[in-house]
């Protein structure tokens, strides 16, 4: 009997079940901190392979416009027309070509089935530019707001950065208007690029925002063994164009809210951002555009 009530009696104390509950509670935080650190870190490194991949989809881009740039010394339509401009960053370049875009519908299939074409043909040559702007929001994209307008701030040495806009894009334009004037005109913030030519004629333009979170779009141009800032030859083309496009490794892309952009950085070294992902690559131009080079001269250095 006295054996029955001592087992009766047997269990855990107060004490005990506190001193468990603690140990199970300490446990699970732990394992959830884990967890969400391994979780964290997941969905850094997919932002930033995210980031690393519109980076390359852009230098792709951008090297295929080149290797079809459409180059003659002797006709003004087909110049090409490069700036040297600095972000808060780093580099905010600009660069316009006239190149083969693919186009709908597509002039050869049009040509074997002219009943199949739906829309009015267009020449499949146009001007493309690179730039870097301000961000487009989602609703501003999506209205058809207009051209984003390029940033034009000009480079000053030791600038705060804390007076930058909060997020830059790399954007990619195509337009029918091969005129430089017209194009230039609007990337250096004068004017808007116009609907329709003197003549009347439409003018087409398609908007393609490429990378957001761009922090450093440096553009560098070689002819020989000189290395060019920007080319300002309207008689030759340069050789090669060096192309070095660095993006935030932040997940927000927001740009940094500290430091300076140096003065005047050497032309051998390329001003980097902390904390991002740089990639770069070198487009040799087509034998068209440097069979015209006349030996180079009057770009910027």
């Known amino acids: 009997m006295k054996n029955r009530i001592k087992k009766r009696e047997s269990g855990l104390t107060l004490v005990e079940m506190l001193t468990a509950v603690s140990v199970l509670v300490i446990i699970g935080g732990t394992t959830y901190a884990v967890f969400r650190s391994a ?61 083969l875009v693919k186009t709908e519908p597509d002039p050869f299939f049009v040509q074997q089935n002219p009943a199949s074409a739906a829309a009015p043909l267009l020449s499949d040559v146009r001007r ?12 501003e ?12 701030t000009e480079p000053q040495g030791g600038r705060n950065t804390d007076t930058e806009p909060e997020s830059l894009s790399l954007y990619r334009v195509i337009t029918t208007a091969l005129d430089p004037e017209l194009f230039v005109s609007y990337l250096s913030g004068n004017s808007t690029l116009p609907t329709e ?18 922090l450093n779009f ?5 002819d020989d063994e000189t290395v060019y800032e920007s080319w300002m030859e309207t008689e030759s083309f340069p050789l090669t164009v060096q192309i ?19 003065s005047t950085p050497s032309q051998e070294e390329t001003f980097v951002p902390p904390n991002a992902l740089t990639q770069s690559t070198m487009v040799y131009l087509p034998a068209s555009a440097t069979a015209n080079d006349s030996g180079g001269g009057g770009a910027q250095q």
């Open 141 to 152: 994209s999506q209205s058809g707001a207009g051209l984003p307008s390029p940033y034009t």
């Open 244 to 262: 070095l496009i660095s993006v935030s490794g932040d997940e927000d892309g927001a740009q940094p809210t500290t430091g300076v952009v140096p």
């Open 128 to 139: 493309v530019a690179y730039f870097v702007a301000p961000a487009m929001s989602i609703e």
């Open 218 to 222: 440096d553009l560098k141009y070689t």
């Open 39 to 99: 979780i964290d870190a997941y969905q850094r490194t997919q932002s930033k392979l995210i980031r690393a991949q519109r980076c390359r989809v852009a230098l792709d881009w951008i090297a295929t416009d080149l290797s079809q740039m459409q180059a003659d010394a002797a006709d003004p339509m087909l110049a090409l027309y490069s700036e040297d401009r600095q972000s808060a960053s780093g580099d905010a370049d600009i660069l316009s070509i006239v190149t």
């Open 197 to 214: 030519d003197e003549n009347g004629v439409p003018i087409y333009t398609e908007v393609t925002p490429l990378i957001d979170g761009i």
